[in-house]
């Protein structure tokens, strides 16, 4: 049985104004898969997490980009979010004032409607999102405070992580959650993340080191270089990319 | 990766849902100002001579003023001759005696306001005396208010009513002599309401003032006094809209507070005057002096005011704190879209021992508004111990606009303690940007992220008026981010 293709990208070319980033930028991504993206800093990984999620600035030269088929690229980032992709934010951003519980609400509400399901009342929403925060083994505080204000950067990227477990998307973009966060907060993100995988969606983990993957275990890993990708593997790519360094493996392609 | 600042400006316009016009046959003086249009104003409301002498003082001392020109916004010159000061729906044989006799169209139209002058339906609970151009239309919930004491009537029935208590208070906040449009109110001042709580009464339910201005060039120049005798509470809200027209109108009210020992006063205001249109033209001009004197010991008076409507907004909601152990608080969220500008702020002046006051601004400007946050903390010689805590902070919405902060601060001791913090933020394309991510719709972001950074001030609104306003603030910024 042929696996379900969720994210098809194919030879994409983007950048900024004058300044190409990607540079023919190929990836199939299936159900049940996770994918981890490797790279120096600068690579271009960050800057296809953002083309993804479709944050405006960047243009987009050659290539395509297929979402459960259809053209991820024409459609508005809301959109996006509400047919299933979430981006786990490297830097989360801080909203004064307003309640993290009542944001998450509003955000699960635009997706259930616009699958034609019905909104969750404030009783249910609750009780759904208890249940995440016992299984992730998160503090119930959360909840009450304004979304990331005031968060240290494990905070933060436990935060994100608990909205993916209540939006539950069906291709998770995470970039660089790794980042500045200490080895306990790591094994909190990671573990979060491996109980959120499930066979219908997908996961593309962006990290620069290799520690992540030692907690989130990857089905492929791939080396990203000036704007593509250089190589691509099994996990075992990831100790070898720790041991040799990334010089070595980009000058060998 | 910013957001387009053409899709921006493409999207900056506002609806303004309050700008019908009832059609009621109302009789109005010709335009014009002098001692004979005062006279008439004053005979029309059988006032008594001392107060017609008031008003002539203070017309006279107004001749001799001048317009200020220190504020913050721009329009051009106001011609005080072609205003007409007085206008009310002709009356109908007696003036009505109670609610039932008031002309249907009128309840009609408080009705699509939302503002039900029959004691039931949603505001039940809420008193409220609806001021039409220069009268009081009617008064609700008035003998239940008055078998606990406490008067509530429009300020016309209090002048005949209660003349000791007007005459005691009236202008001892702010004296014809406060300044240009004070004087000006104090000459031509039509209607408003009245309210006093007697001693330790604490008033059941919200009282509430509706102001409509209704007919064209008319000027609505309305007086509160409220008075919390010793150990009374009251909490009162006013609200305010206006038909959409061409032509600029002029609001000069005068408010009074008077807070005597442990009494203590919650005024709310949201105000939503007709604003103008996007290029500015039409729109109320809000130039209003409202004030409030803590006179007893530990007397509380708290301003609260969401200003989303005007096209220009000018006042200074202040408190006098003279009581020892008084105080003062003033919340504040006003926002300016297309062309409106708003100079707003506060005053307070500590003179007892120990008064304390807190001061928190939220100022929003999108569009091509230009918003100043004005402050004044005064802290004198006999007020050791005083403190004060000022939070202002801006937000801006697009490119065009402005924000602008003036603070003054005097600290006239060593013992007085004064914090102020300021803020000026952009709201964030990545904050947009992360609720879209979540599947939030712009719009939807962009009023998520302005009532967050106004929360602090609806919570101190009363309950049923904190959802209203946020309403408000979303329709008032509907459209200002592509």
């Given at each position: 049985m042929s696996k379900q293709p969720i994210l098809e990208i194919n030879n994409l070319h983007a950048g900024v104004e004058n300044k190409k980033i990607l540079k023919g930028f190929s990836l199939t991504i299936n159900a049940g898969e996770v994918h981890a993206l490797m790279g120096l800093n600068g690579s271009g990984k960050s800057t296809l997490a953002a083309i993804l999620a479709g944050r405006e600035g960047y243009d987009v030269t050659e290539g395509t980009v297929k979402y459960l088929g259809e053209d991820?690229?024409?459609?508005?980032p809301e959109e996006r979010a509400r047919k299933g992709v979430f981006l786990a934010f490297q830097y989360p951003v801080e909203i004064p004032g307003v309640n993290s519980t009542y944001f998450l609400k509003a955000a699960l509400n635009e997706i259930r409607k616009s699958k034609g399901e019905q909104e969750l009342d404030a009783i249910e929403f609750l009780n759904l999102v208890k249940d995440k925060i016992k299984l992730l083994e998160l503090n119930e505080d959360l909840l009450k405070r304004s979304v990331n204000e005031g968060f240290s950067g494990g905070e933060k990227k436990r935060a994100e992580i608990f909205q993916m477990a209540v939006l539950e998307p069906k291709l998770a973009i995470l970039d660089e959650t790794d980042s500045g966060l200490d080895i306990d907060a790591l094994k909190v993100v990671s573990s979060g993340v491996n109980k959120l995988k499930r066979p219908d969606s997908a996961q593309l983990v962006i990290t620069h080191y290799q520690r992540l993957l030692n907690y989130i275990i990857p089905d492929f890993v791939h080396v990203m270089a000036d704007g593509r990708i250089v190589k691509s593997g099994g996990k075992e790519l990831a100790l070898e990319l720790e041991a040799k360094g990334y010089e070595a493996i980009v000058k060998a392609q | 990766m910013s957001t387009d600042t053409e899709t921006i400006e493409s999207l900056v316009k506002q609806e303004y849902k309050y700008g019908f016009v009832t059609d009621v046959e109302s009789e109005s003086t010709p335009p014009g100002l002098s001692e004979d249009t005062i006279r008439h104003i004053s005979a029309k409301k059988k006032e008594p001579a001392w107060l017609t002498d008031w008003r002539i003082k203070s017309f006279r001392y107004w001749q001799t003023m001048k317009e200020p020109t220190w504020q913050f916004v721009k329009y051009p010159k106001i011609d005080f001759q072609a205003i007409s000061y007085f206008s009310q729906p002709?009356?109908?044989?007696?003036?009505?005696?109670?609610?039932?006799?008031?002309d249907p169209k009128l309840l009609e139209m408080y009705e699509k306001l939302g503002i039900p002058l029959r004691e039931r339906g949603r505001l039940a609970g809420v008193a409220v005396d609806a001021i039409f151009d220069s009268v009081s239309v009617g008064t609700t919930y008035r003998e239940e208010l008055a078998k606990k004491g406490i008067i509530f009537c429009s300020f016309s029935e209090a002048v005949l009513e209660h003349p000791e208590l007007v005459k005691k208070y009236l202008g001892s906040v702010v004296p014809y002599t406060d300044n240009y449009y004070a004087a000006l109110n104090s000459a031509v001042f039509t209607d408003g309401s009245f309210c006093y709580i007697p001693k330790g009464v604490r008033c059941p339910m919200e009282l509430s003032t509706y102001f409509r201005i209704n007919a064209a060039k008319s000027g609505q120049f309305e007086r509160t006094l409220i008075i919390a005798d010793e150990g009374a509470s009251v909490s009162y809200l006013e609200g305010c809209t206006a038909p959409m027209r061409d032509e600029n109108q002029l609001h000069a009210a005068v408010v009074e507070l008077v807070a005597l020992d442990n009494a203590k006063i919650k005024y709310s205001t949201v105000q939503n005057w007709y604003p103008g249109d996007e290029n500015g033209v039409g729109g109320i001009y809000n130039f209003v002096t409202k004030r409030g004197l803590c006179k007893g010991k530990n007397a509380h008076i708290t301003w609260t005011q969401v200003e989303t409507g005007s096209a220009i907004t000018w006042k200074y909601p202040s408190?006098?704190?003279?009581?020892?152990?008084s105080k003062g608080e003033f919340y504040s969220v006003a926002v300016v879209n297309n062309m409106q500008q708003a100079d707003t702020g506060t005053k307070m002046i500590h003179i007892g021992k120990n008064t304390k006051s807190t001061i928190i601004s939220k100022g929003i400007s999108a569009g091509k508004g230009q918003n100043s946050y004005r402050g004044l903390v005064e802290i004198r010689k006999s007020a050791g111990g005083a403190r004060n805590f000022s939070q202002c902070d801006s937000m801006l919405i697009g490119n065009k606009c402005g924000a602008h902060t003036f603070p003054y601060i005097e600290v006239k001791n060593t013992t007085s303690r004064v914090e102020h913090e300021a803020t000026t933020s952009k709201i964030g394309e990545d904050q947009i940007f992360y609720c879209n991510q979540r599947g939030i719709e712009t719009q939807d972001a962009v009023n998520m992220i302005v009532n967050g950074f106004c929360k602090e001030v609806f919570k101190e609104l009363p309950m049923e008026f904190a959802v209203e306003a946020q309403k408000l603030l979303g329709v008032s910024l509907e459209g200002s981010v592509g």
């Open positions: 991820l690229l024409e459609l508005d | 002709k009356p109908k044989g007696d003036a009505p005696k109670s609610l039932d006799e008031v408190c006098i704190l003279l009581g020892e152990g």
